[in-house]
């Protein structure tokens, strides 16, 4: 069972314009969710993360969105660059009592391409 | 501060062999995490280990297992090699448990033949 599903295995975007990447998610006990990105031969770098009590959190040109009624985020990159290019995965997990958290569960990353 | 540091790189084994793959966390860092990364499947949970006690595991055989030492630095074996064990095999680490941003590694490219 998927907890988290990208479904977009990849996209394409003009440089400059805006790359948006979904991600949906089906356990509403999650409550932490994060994006990575991952270049080929290196290990995934954190970008950005979102609390559930937040609907938006930005930093820079990468700006995530939740909407907890239908499980669903986004991460929306403006402008986006040829350095974007990437694969980004989608993380969930909920923190559990004492400060600790049940185990991060990825999505299958979408591949991001962006044409110079 | 170095970051998480995962040897060796790349491993070529044959069907049956076992394999041992180890992780060295971020200094201070007490929770490992590992992950299996193949094409089409994202990143797998393997298992999470802090305070040198598994705390959860993901849903891989037992030839896959694992172990944490005082210095949290951790160590992966996988028993009885498969082809279909062929993957990237990456270990993050947080402060502590809460793991609000694990730092990865840069994996260990393993290759069975």
């Known amino acids: 069972d998927q907890q988290v599903k990208q479904n977009s295995p990849s996209l394409s975007v003009q440089e400059g314009r805006i790359s948006i990447l979904n991600c949906d998610y089906t356990?509403?006990?999650?409550?932490?969710f994060l994006w990575y990105k991952k270049y080929p031969a290196e290990g995934p770098t954190f970008l950005i993360s979102i609390s559930s009590i937040k609907d938006k959190n930005e930093d820079g040109r990468f700006t995530v969105f939740l909407n907890k009624s239908a499980k669903h985020l986004s991460l929306h990159i403006v402008p986006s660059q040829p350095g974007d290019s990437a694969v980004y995965f989608c993380a969930a997990m909920r923190h559990v009592f004492q400060g600790g958290s049940e185990k991060l569960v990825f999505g299958k990353g979408t591949k991001l391409t962006v044409n110079p | 501060k170095a970051g998480v540091t995962q040897t060796p790189r790349y491993l070529i084994k044959t069907r049956g062999q076992q394999v041992t793959l180890s992780c060295s966390p971020i200094?201070?860092?007490?929770?490992v995490s590992w992950y299996q990364q193949t094409p089409g499947q994202g990143l797998q949970f393997l298992f999470e280990?802090?305070?040198?006690?598994?705390?959860n595991k993901g849903n891989f055989p037992g030839r896959f297992s694992g172990r944490q030492f005082s210095n949290s630095r951790s160590e992966m074996n996988v028993s009885t090699l498969e082809l279909g064990d062929s993957a990237l095999y990456l270990c993050?680490?947080?402060?502590?448990?809460?793991?609000?941003?694990?730092?990865f590694g840069q994996g260990t490219r393993l290759t069975v033949v």
């Open positions: 356990n509403s006990m999650f409550d932490y």
């Open positions: 200094s201070g860092h007490r929770s």
């Open positions: 280990y802090f305070s040198e006690t598994q705390r």
């Open positions: 993050a680490s947080s402060p502590n448990r809460a793991r609000t941003r694990a730092f």
